[in-house]
C-alpha cells in the first residue's frame, strides 16, 4: 500500500538539490540565440560581461550542460529558508467536491513574500565571489526589490532599487522593507541618472514605469565601479535558479509516488513559471511523463495567448539585446492590475519556444475571476496568496472541476510562487467591488505589434 | 556521535501532539482561583457559560488533568498549518560569535502571522461542536481578529470584531483581512452596543480601547442567540491551546538530546510565552530539568517587572470576573508602542504565580532596543519578526553576547510568536529614528494601582 501522502512534504537537509536543471540544455529543439542590437549576430560574453556578473553571462548562454552545481554559498543562503513546503490541497478538494489531487509548492515561506529569493541568493552570491562591491536593479511590484535587499543584507553587498515611483507612493511599506534590509530605494524616474534625467525633463509628474526604471539601474550599474546590474526573470540564468522549485517538487513527488498530469504556473516574465516545469518538462521531452502544462497570464496581459513570436526588446527604451519570444511589442502599456509582477510585454525566450512547439499551453484570466479563486483557496487552504500566484489558483481550480464532470482523477500540481501581505488594496478592491478590469481591444494590441522591430529575423 | 542539528526542524504529521499540556494540573502551589467579583468567591462553571463557550469553560476551571486531548477535529485544523518549524538560528549565532547555541520555535508561518491561531482554532471548533452559529470577540493590534476570521472561515461560524477604533484606522489592511475572510468587522466603540453608545455620548471622537472593545464583544456575545465571547489570551484554556507550541519544540528537541538551558519569550497577557514553557516548566517542577524562563515585557508596560501581585479585573469597565496576577490596574493606560500585542495592564494568572514564586524571570526593554534586536535578526536569519517576538529576541541576544563574555555553550531556546508584515509603520519610525518610548513614572504606576479593587483578599 502506497503510504499517507501528508498535507505538508519537506526534504531534509541532505535531500535538497545540489544542482539547477538546465531546461535549455535538455530542449531538442533550442530557443533562437539573443542578438546584439546593433550587429543583430548572436551576443557574447564579452557584449554582456559589462552589465551583469561573469558567472551569470556564463548560465545565460550555456546550452550544453543539463546539471549546473549549485555552489556551497548558495547552498548554506537557501537552507536559511529552503526546502519549501509541498503541500496537498486536502481542503480545498474536499470543499470542491473534486476526485482530483491538487498540489502547490509554496514559495512564500520567506520575508521576501515569493520565489524571487532563489535567483536573489544566486546573483548576489556570485556578485560577491567576483569581488563586486555592488548592484543595481529596479523593481516594480516589489518582491524582487525585496528579494534582492535580503541577499544583499546577507552577502555584505551595497544595493540600490530603483523603484518605480508611483509603486513606491502605493506602496510605502514596501519600499520600508527594503529599506530596512539596508538597500538604498529610489523612485523612478529620478535625477541620478541621465536616463531618469531626461524622461522627468519631458514629463516632470510621469509616475514612471518598469522600463523606465530598469534604464536608470543598467546605466547606474554599468557607471558605477565594482557594480553590476541584476534581474529578477524572463533570463535564462534566472529560471535555472528558480529550478530549485520544480526540482524539490519533483523529489518530493517521486518520495510519494506521485506523477502530475498537469502542471500550472502564473506567467509574467517567466521564472517561477519556469522553474517550476523545468525538470518534469525534461522528462516529457525525454518520453518519460506524459503531463499538461499550462501557463496563465493576466488577460489585460496576454503575451502568450495573443502575443507574436518575435524578436523584442526587453525593455520600452529599447536598450537591452534582442530575443525572440511571445511578445506584445516593448511599446505596450498593460492597464492597470494588481498583479504587478504578471505586467511584462514579453516572456522567457525558453517557455516561449516551448509554447510555440506546442508543449506549453496558455489561458488568460480576468482579475475578478482570479480572485474568486483566491478567496475560495484562502479560506480553505488558509494562506493568503499572491495577486500573482493566484491565477495560477484560478487555473487548478477549474481544472480539478472539469475532473469533477469527468471523474477523472487527475494530479494537479500548481506552483503557490507568493504571499499576498502587501497586496492588501488588491483585496480591498475586491471586497468593495470595486475592481475592474480592462482587456485590450485588437487595436490596442496592433499599437504594441508596430513597435516590435523591424529586422530580418521578424520578416 | 550526536546528529548534526539541521537549520530547520519539522515533526512529522504522526508525530504532532496529540493531548495539550495542562500546566496547572502540574503546578504545585496553585494559581489563586478566579473570583466572581459580585459574591467574591471562586467562579462557577454556571457563572462563565453564558459568556464563553462550555468546553472552553472546562479547561479553564481545570485544576486537575495534566493531559487534554485535542479532538481530532482540531487537529485537522493544526495539519492545515502545523507543525511550524524549531529553527537553530545559526547565521545569528556566526554573527554573534557566540559559543551559545540559540534555537527558535517560529509561528508565523500562517496567514494570522502569529501563534494565535492555535487557540483560535480550538475555540471556533468548541463553538461549532456546540451548535453555536456565531461568535464575537475584540482585536487590538489585530493578529487575533485575524486569526478568529481564519478559524471561522474554517469552521463556518459568523464572526464579529470589535477592533479599536484607532487601530482599525491605523491598519486597514488588517481589517481587510478579516473581511477577506467573512468576518464583520466594527471599529470600537460603536452604536451597535449599549456599552459603546454610552462611550460615544461622553466621547463622541474617542479612538477607543481594548477595555471598551472587550465590553462591547461580550455585550454582542451575551444578547446574541447561539452566540459566545471568545478571548486570545491571559485566559487558563487559551494557555493550554498554546502548549502545542511548547510540546512540539520540546518533541523536536528531544529527538535530537538538546535541553534549553534558557527558554524566553514575550509576554503581553501570557499566551505565547505560557504555551512555548509549558512542559519545560513541568519538567523543571518534576525536578527533571534546570531551566531558567525568561518573560520579556516593553518598558512602557512592565506587569511583571513593576507590577502588583493583586487581584484584579481584566478590563477597564471592571464587568469581568477578578484574578490575582502581575498588574499596573485596570485604569493604567500604556503609552503607544508598536508591540500592540503587548499593551496589556494584567498577566495570565499562571504565569503570575510563577513569577511570584520565584520560577520565571522578568525583564522590560524599550522600544528602540528592541528594534535593534530585530534588525540584527532579519539581516541573519532573514525572517521579519513582529515587534512582540522581537522583545524575546532581544533577550535571546543579550544572553548569548554573555555567553561570549563567559565562555559557556549555553543552549538558548525562544518564541518567534508571529511575523512583522503588517507593522511596517514601526519599522519605517525605527528606520527614520522617529521611535521614541514612553517609560511610565512611579506616579503613573501610584495612579494605575488606585484602580486595583480594594477587596479583602489583596488587604
Given at each position: 500500500m502506497a503510504p499517507k501522502i501528508p498535507i505538508r512534504m519537506y526534504l531534509a537537509e541532505d535531500e535538497m538539490p545540489q544542482s539547477w536543471y538546465n531546461l535549455k540544455a535538455v530542449m531538442k529543439e533550442k530557443p533562437d540565440p539573443i542578438l546584439h542590437?546593433?550587429?543583430?549576430?548572436p551576443v557574447t560574453h564579452a557584449d554582456m560581461e559589462p552589465v551583469f556578473c561573469k558567472e551569470t553571462v556564463k548560465q545565460e548562454l550555456?546550452?550544453?550542460?543539463?546539471l549546473v552545481p549549485i555552489p556551497d554559498g548558495i547552498r548554506e543562503f537557501y537552507r536559511a529558508y529552503r526546502p519549501s513546503p509541498l503541500v496537498r490541497a486536502y481542503f480545498l478538494e474536499k470543499e470542491l467536491g473534486t476526485p482530483a489531487e491538487i498540489y502547490y509548492k509554496f514559495e512564500g515561506t520567506n520575508t521576501s513574500g515569493s520565489h524571487k529569493l532563489n535567483s536573489a541568493g544566486a546573483q548576489a552570491y556570485y556578485a560577491q565571489e567576483e569581488g563586486l562591491t555592488s548592484l543595481a536593479t529596479e523593481t516594480g511590484a516589489g518582491q524582487w526589490g525585496t528579494a534582492m535587499a535580503m541577499a544583499c543584507a546577507f552577502y555584505g553587498l551595497k544595493l540600490t532599487v530603483y523603484m518605480v515611483k508611483v509603486s513606491s507612493e502605493q506602496k510605502p511599506y514596501r519600499k520600508a522593507l527594503m529599506e530596512a534590509y539596508g538597500a538604498g530605494v529610489i523612485p523612478s524616474?529620478?535625477?541620478?541618472t541621465e536616463s531618469g534625467r531626461k524622461i522627468l525633463e519631458g514629463d516632470p509628474n510621469t509616475g514612471g514605469s518598469l522600463g523606465c526604471a530598469i534604464s536608470e539601474a543598467i546605466e547606474t550599474a554599468v557607471k558605477t565601479e565594482k557594480c553590476r546590474y541584476v534581474l529578477g526573470s524572463v533570463l535564462n540564468h534566472v529560471l535555472l535558479h528558480q529550478t530549485v522549485i520544480g526540482l524539490e517538487a519533483k523529489l518530493m513527488m517521486d518520495k510519494y509516488g506521485i506523477k502530475p498530469d498537469i502542471v500550472i504556473g502564473c506567467a509574467g516574465g517567466g521564472s517561477n513559471l519556469g522553474g517550476l516545469i523545468a525538470p518534469f518538462m525534461g522528462d516529457k521531452i525525454a518520453g518519460k511523463l506524459n503531463s499538461r502544462f499550462i501557463a496563465v497570464e493576466p488577460a489585460s496581459c496576454p503575451s502568450f495567448t495573443r502575443g507574436r513570436y518575435a524578436y523584442d526588446f526587453g525593455d520600452t527604451a529599447k536598450t537591452t539585446p534582442l530575443m525572440r519570444m511571445q511578445t506584445l511589442g516593448n511599446g505596450f502599456i498593460p492597464s492597470s492590475?494588481?498583479?504587478?509582477?504578471?505586467?511584462?510585454?514579453g516572456m522567457s525566450s525558453i517557455l516561449s519556444k516551448l509554447y510555440h512547439d506546442g508543449l506549453i499551453e496558455a489561458r488568460a484570466e480576468v482579475q475578478t475571476d482570479v480572485f474568486d479563486a483566491a478567496l475560495r483557496f484562502m479560506k480553505t487552504e488558509g494562506i493568503l496568496p499572491a495577486p500573482e500566484s493566484s491565477h495560477a489558483i484560478k487555473a487548478a481550480i477549474d481544472e480539478a472541476i472539469e475532473c469533477k464532470r469527468t471523474g477523472e482523477k487527475k494530479v494537479i500540481l500548481f506552483g503557490l510562487?507568493?504571499?499576498?501581505y502587501f497586496d492588501m488594496t488588491a483585496y480591498m478592491a475586491y471586497n468593495n467591488k470595486t475592481m475592474s478590469d480592462y482587456i485590450p481591444t485588437d487595436a490596442d494590441l496592433q499599437k504594441g505589434f508596430a513597435s516590435i522591430p523591424d529586422i530580418p529575423q521578424n520578416g
Open positions: 542590437p546593433g550587429t543583430l549576430q550555456d546550452d550544453t550542460n543539463p524616474p529620478s535625477n541620478t492590475n494588481h498583479a504587478g509582477g504578471l505586467r511584462y510585454h510562487s507568493g504571499t499576498g
